[in-house]
């Protein structure tokens, strides 16, 4: 069963803690991306990633930082650097070679800092 | 990157047809445009996709003029169901960045 997974649905982190976000896809997608979404707002892009061991800055990626060790596997780390981290995380994928194809999303992940 | 225009919010009747519009002035000869639906809670679902003139899939429409300075996604008759946000993108053939804006939340009375 194809797919994106995001782990887990919800997490508590203590202030000045690092969180680590999993995302998982067996779809043989080469891009990746992460992404914020606040109450009522848009998605923001935090980082992405067109191919294995590289990856490029989004709009808001301070505080926040991924790697791209495997085609499958894009974890996004949530560091104490991140001022205001409480928010709706959410993971997408996409085959990456050209502009005309569909971005797969994940169920998202809702980090609540306590 | 080409940014995108859309209303912030629709209001629509069950059976009627909803037409968004988006405009996105900077678009470049190799971008293509792109809608998604969300609803709350849930990673965004993609709809349609298209480059010019006109496509249409089994949920919606998407109109793209000569200029391709806008575009237009149709829902044939709505449903309560389809209360969500809707969100236009361009999508950029070298960039490969998803950019979204904030969306046109739509709402659908009974």
């Known amino acids: 069963d194809g797919g994106i997974t995001q782990s887990p649905k919800y997490l508590f982190r203590k202030e000045g803690q690092n969180v680590t976000l999993s995302c998982e896809q067996n779809?043989?997608?080469?891009?990746m991306y992460w992404y914020r979404q606040d109450p009522g707002q848009g998605l923001r892009l935090i980082y992405y990633?067109?191919?294995?061991?590289?990856?490029q800055k989004g709009d808001i990626a301070e505080g926040y930082s991924v790697s791209r060790e495997k085609k499958e596997s894009f974890p996004l780390t949530v560091t104490s650097a991140q001022k205001n981290p409480t928010a709706f995380y959410l993971c997408?994928?996409?085959?990456?070679?050209?502009?005309?194809?569909?971005?797969?999303f994940g169920q998202g992940t809702r980090l609540t800092v306590v | 990157l080409a940014k995108t225009t859309q209303p912030i919010s629709m209001d629509s009747y069950e059976g009627q047809e909803v037409n968004i519009t988006c405009s996105h002035n900077n678009i470049a000869t190799n971008d293509y445009i792109t809608w998604y639906q969300q609803f709350p809670s849930q990673g965004p679902r993609f709809i349609i996709q298209?480059?010019?003139t006109k496509v249409t899939n089994e949920v919606a429409s998407l109109f793209i003029p000569a200029d391709r300075k806008s575009s237009t996604l149709s829902l044939p008759r709505v449903s309560l169901s389809d209360t969500a946000v809707y969100y236009c993108l361009v999508v950029s053939g070298s960039a490969r960045q998803l950019t979204f804006g904030s969306g046109t939340q739509l709402t659908v009375l009974p």
């Open positions: 997408a994928s996409s085959p990456g070679r050209t502009a005309n194809t569909e971005a797969f």
């Open positions: 779809l043989n997608h080469d891009a």
């Open positions: 298209g480059y010019k």
């Open positions: 990633s067109q191919i294995v061991n590289d990856f």
